[in-house]
């Protein structure tokens, strides 16, 4: 019998979007589909529909679309019949806003993704702000948000984000869901300039 010594833990299915994955991905739907499968786990199109407030056509449409850019994939393992069970194929997916530099058509999709997770966040705080009261003062207290300033430069920039993932990696490895009390949470890695006002006239330049 498997015990927490002899248990070894799958390494993450991380993926990093390419010119084709990107702009498949970038769709409200899609977005919503894959993570819905990547939190619930394995779905049929029936199941996502009526989780997504939507029709079937609509998700067996867009599983089919993911399906062939390799975002999520079929769990025959589940399958009975004609009953088909998706899952998505990564649990991270991993981009630089640079990659998508030379193909206008990617770089648009990737923006549309970034600005939709910026949406996906204010829509979840805002969601949270209005249900906290619901919640214990020990979750309370564990919830929440902050903010730092520095002044670093974009290779240090890079460094500190890298170093942060790696300690929410480590946690997620980590984590246990029959623990008790354990809750599933949704955490953030953001990096902004800090801009006062209009933005500076002349943004830092490449380094030489």
Known sequence: MENDETRVRP?????????????????????RVVGALRVRGPLTATALAELLDTNTGATSYHLRQLAEAGLVVEDPDLGTGRQRFWRAAHDVTSWEASDFDDDPDSRAAIE??????????VQHAERWSATRHEWSPRWRDAFGMGDVFL???????????AEVWRIFERYREAADPAEPDAAQVELYLAAF??????????????ES
Do not use: C, F, S, Y
Not at 151 to 161: G, V
Not at 193 to 206: N, S
């Open 11 to 31: 390494e993450p299915r991380a993926v990093r979007l390419d010119h084709r994955q990107v702009r498949i991905l970038a769709h409200p739907l899609r977005m």
């Open 112 to 121: 549309w993704i970034e600005d939709d997770q910026v949406r996906h966040l």
């Open 151 to 161: 002044t670093i430069p974009a290779a240090r920039l890079q460094e500190l984000k």
């Open 193 to 206: 300039p800090l801009l006062t006002g209009a933005r500076p006239a002349t943004p830092p330049g490449e």
